[in-house]
């Protein structure tokens, strides 16, 4: 065992020494290996995922069945719906990216509770094998849709429960991660590193992990209630035994609006972080960027009742909800304008990290723009639970957070695996992807402002135009994928070697220590004097 | 865009093409200058970048300038709401009903119909009722949407239809196996020939012409009743046991807890129609199916016997 508080010549991730092979892996405890752990997971997954997305496609190129029944359709769109976002999205950034760099960029030699990050991949992982049960289990995967919506989640026989445990049980890895770097970040800034100071990637994980600490909780209480109900018949959800459904909703997206937050977030730190790198300027406008960073962080807990615009809810809770939605649209926007002016007067890098950030606002911005017609009551009642949705959430969280990531992995690979890939092929999948991306949801929102529901196993003929853009895109974009990972996974087992310490010319710490970084990141804690971003001199 | 054909269409599309209308501004406005910025400042045309930390006017033009269009957009919004909001008191009143997976759509007289059918340039309020799981009433054509929640009583919709014609009504909220078979049709008429029709309460008591094919009738009954969306017509179990080969067989069922074999003859038809779960067929769960009394009429179940005798054919 050791101690941080010990004597500097014995260093607390030391105990890691007695692992050899597998366990040197999945036992350490130090932030890097953790945050190469949940990679791997996530990329394992996502792959997974992605394949359960192109199957739905496929059926959906056509009316009538093309590769499979309602049944089956029925529990794709849920296990995609569950990998995507509980075990890929929600951790996303900050579990990867945010384990392997918050230390290094606040300049220091680890997260605050080691071996309760540790715990946090367990957990994880825990969580992810009780969801897997739910597929192979009892009387059939479930079918629900990854929102669990009451009634229907307590009156199918399908494998239910495992599920909502497994979501359970992966939300108290996300509180921990979240308690771990908001005491990481107010405690152990290098020297000289105020709060505004601090580089923006660390400043967007400190506004989500509050999310994380604050809003996950009440998921986990709605899960239990679940279990609660279908186990020991209490009435808290389900009308036939005196429960309101529209309780379980509230609930539901009291979570999961602010979730969304948890995912998009870490993706506009990164973004952040980049976009100044390759315009070799200094960020326009840092103090705006974080000031709306936790502006979305707390508005964010107020808007959840814009998922429900139809459900019943009384006039005057509608338009409430309305308006403050309209509200968190503006620190939205104030980020992308001074992302594009911090390219103003720039020198202009064109790299494949820069391209994802690019490609990244102006998805972003399609997102973005098309949420306002969700907020807005009027549009709203006609788009609500149709394609338009489908549609514009894929803009934002594949198109945002996914680009973010894709961005982030892209910057960070030299630093993380000491070799580099091959920029050619990165480009090229970078390409392929974003052309298939947009042919697969752009013509979504146009099905559903035609009028088609989400979550359709088959459809009417008047639909049959869009569908076929959309199926084909998504083929296009898969593409896209095997060659983006193919490349990646082939450099970084026998790329170019670099112990360059900082190939991009970024100016953050992380590009000051050694490639890959050492064991304990910093020889010696550096002391900060200058704002995160000096391109000056 | 859908056409539209009711009284909200005005509004919704006015707000429609408030948001859209800006949003494009902005976003192939920011998009052009991205690509301009691209071209202009690449490190082979401009090598070395000017510092710029920020300004305060501009981060206070991009805040207020959005804000005062959000705002905008706020308002558009809910002036073309409101009115869905505002019921009147007078109008033609049907309630419509959802269960797994068809709707059903009763009329003050007593009608049931499968189909929702109204008058043209006439206020329809629609009591909305669910008997299982959350459903939801979407007609594109109309740009209404209420979700029908089992349990909340008191929850309706209303909506003006000002075009006649035929439109798509579709159930938007995903309520499980055949959610997305769960669509049906407004059929909008002229008020003459729609009381016309309101009053024909023959229609009811369906007239058998002579020689009329009465598995045929049977079949369309089943058809349009959505039986089908459980009870496959190949053996296959979709919720519920299959239609096929039914007929005249000894059916293994439970009755209140005994496990016994009844003769599938008229009599069990009609008691699975009207009380599914006194003689739960073994092997599948009660509860799934709810009672059609009211809405089948006995005269139509012995139209569904003739089907079932002649899938044996």
Redesign the interface.
């Known amino acids: 065992m050791s101690d941080s508080n010990n004597a500097h010549n014995v260093s607390y991730l030391d105990y890691k020494g007695q692992y050899k092979g597998l366990s040197a892996w999945i036992f350490s405890t130090d932030h890097k290996r953790i945050g190469l752990l949940y990679l791997y997971t996530m990329l394992a997954f996502f792959s997974v995922g992605a394949i359960l997305g192109l199957l739905m496609k496929t059926e959906l190129i056509a009316p009538g069945a093309t590769i499979m029944g309602p049944k089956a359709y029925n529990a794709l769109f849920t296990l995609h719906g569950i990998i995507m976002i509980f075990i890929i999205v929600v951790p996303g950034l900050p579990a990867v990216f945010g384990n392997f760099f918050l230390p290094i960029m606040i300049g220091a030699k680890d997260v605050a509770f080691p071996r309760l990050n540790l715990l946090s991949w367990w957990l994880y992982v825990i969580g992810i094998l009780i969801v897997l049960t739910s597929q192979f289990l009892g009387d059939g995967p479930p079918d629900t849709g990854w929102t669990f919506y009451a009634p229907y989640s307590f009156q199918t026989p399908a494998n239910v429960l495992p599920a909502v445990f497994g979501a359970f049980v992966m939300g108290f890895s996300s509180i921990l991660t979240g308690i771990n770097f908001v005491v990481t970040i107010h405690r152990m800034r290098a020297p000289g590193m105020t709060w505004f100071k601090m580089p923006l990637f660390p400043w967007t994980l400190y506004g989500t992990a509050w999310i994380q600490i604050l809003a996950t909780p009440v998921i986990g209480i709605t899960l239990l209630l679940i279990v609660a109900e279908r186990l020991l018949g209490i009435g808290i959800f389900d009308p036939a035994l005196g429960g309101d459904p529209i309780l379980y909703q509230h609930l539901f997206w009291i979570y999961s609006h602010p979730a969304v937050y948890i995912m998009i977030l870490p993706g506009m730190g990164v973004i952040s972080e980049i976009i100044p790198v390759f315009s070799k300027k200094t960020i326009f406008g840092y103090k705006a960027i974080v000031l709306s960073t936790m502006a979305i962080a707390f508005v964010g807990y107020f808007v959840w009742g814009h998922h429900m615009f139809t459900s019943g809810m009384s006039g005057r809770a509608l338009y409430t909800f309305s308006f403050l939605t309209f509200l968190v649209a503006i620190p939205s926007a104030i980020k992308v304008f001074n992302w594009v002016s911090t390219m103003h007067k720039g020198s202009l890098d064109m790299q494949t990290p820069f391209y994802w950030a690019v490609s990244f606002i102006f998805v972003f911005m399609i997102g973005g723009l098309t949420g306002l017609v969700l907020g807005s009551l009027a549009t709203n009642v006609h788009v609500h639970d149709t394609h338009f949705v489908v549609a514009h959430f894929h803009y934002i969280v594949f198109g945002g957070t996914g680009y973010a990531f894709m961005a982030a992995l892209h910057y960070w690979f030299p630093k993380m695996f000491g070799r580099m890939y091959d920029l050619g092929w990165a480009n090229l999948g970078w390409g392929i992807f974003f052309i298939g991306f947009n042919a697969l949801y752009l013509p979504m929102f146009f099905l559903g402002m035609q009028g088609m529901p989400r979550r359709y196993y088959d459809y009417l003929p008047d639909f049959h135009g869009g569908n076929i853009i959309s199926s084909l895109g998504a083929w296009v974009m898969i593409s896209g994928i095997i060659i983006i990972f193919a490349n990646l996974i082939r450099s970084a087992r026998h790329g170019k070697k670099t112990t360059q310490k900082n190939p991009w010319g970024g100016k953050t710490l992380e590009w000051q220590v050694e490639t890959p970084p050492t064991l304990e990141n910093f020889e010696e804690i550096p002391t900060i004097e200058k704002g995160p971003y000096h391109f000056g001199e | 865009?859908?056409p539209g054909a009711s009284n909200?269409v005005e509004?919704?599309n006015n707000?429609?093409i408030f948001?859209?209308g800006i949003?494009l501004f902005?976003?192939i406005g920011?998009?052009l200058?991205?690509i301009l910025?691209?071209y202009r400042?690449?490190?082979k045309r401009?090598?070395?970048?000017?510092?710029?930390?920020?300004?305060n006017k501009?981060?206070v033009i991009?805040?207020i300038i959005?804000?005062a269009l959000?705002?905008g957009?706020?308002y558009?919004?809910?002036?073309?709401?409101?009115p869905?909001?505002r019921i009147p008191d007078e109008g033609v009143r049907i309630t419509a009903n959802a269960r797994m997976w068809s709707f059903s759509f009763t009329y003050e007289n007593g009608r049931i119909t499968e189909k929702l059918y109204v008058p043209v340039d006439t206020a329809v309020i629609v009591r909305l009722n669910a008997l299982?799981?959350?459903h939801?009433l979407?007609i594109?054509?109309f740009?209404?949407?209420?979700?029908m929640?089992?349990?909340?009583a008191n929850?309706q919709m209303w909506f003006q239809p000002n075009k006649v014609g035929n439109y798509?009504l579709?159930?938007?909220?995903?309520?499980?196996?055949?959610?997305?078979?769960m669509?049906t049709e407004v059929v909008v008429m002229e008020p003459a020939e729609f009381w016309e029709w309101y009053s024909d309460t023959t229609a009811v008591a369906i007239p058998i012409e002579e020689g009329a094919d009465l598995a045929l009738l049977g079949r369309q009954l089943v058809e349009s009743k959505g039986c089908l969306a459980c009870h496959s017509l190949d053996g296959s179990t979709i919720i519920g046991p299959s239609f096929l080969g039914a007929w005249g067989s000894n059916v293994p069922v439970v009755t209140n807890g005994q496990e016994r074999e009844v003769a599938f003859d008229e009599a069990y038809v009609l008691r699975s129609i009207y009380e599914p779960d006194a003689d739960i067929h073994q092997g599948y769960?009660a509860?799934q199916m709810f009672s059609y009394q009211g809405e089948i009429t006995e005269q139509q179940i012995e139209l569904i016997v003739e089907f079932l005798k002649s899938l044996n054919e």
């Not at chain 2, 401009?46 to 300004?55: F, L, R, T």
């Not at chain 2, 558009?76 to 409101?82: L, P, T």
């Not at chain 2, 159930?171 to 997305?180: F, M, N, P």
Request: net charge positive.
């Open positions: 865009m859908n909200f509004g919704v707000a429609f948001i859209i949003s902005f976003l920011i998009t200058v991205i910025f691209l400042y690449n490190k401009h090598p070395k970048a000017v510092q710029i930390e920020g300004s501009l981060e991009w805040t959005p804000l959000v705002m957009m706020f558009y919004g809910y002036v073309g709401w409101k869905m909001k299982d799981v959350v939801s979407y594109p054509a740009r209404v949407k209420e979700d929640v089992p349990g909340l929850n798509s579709f159930c938007t909220e995903y309520c499980g196996l055949q959610h997305s078979f669509h769960r509860g």
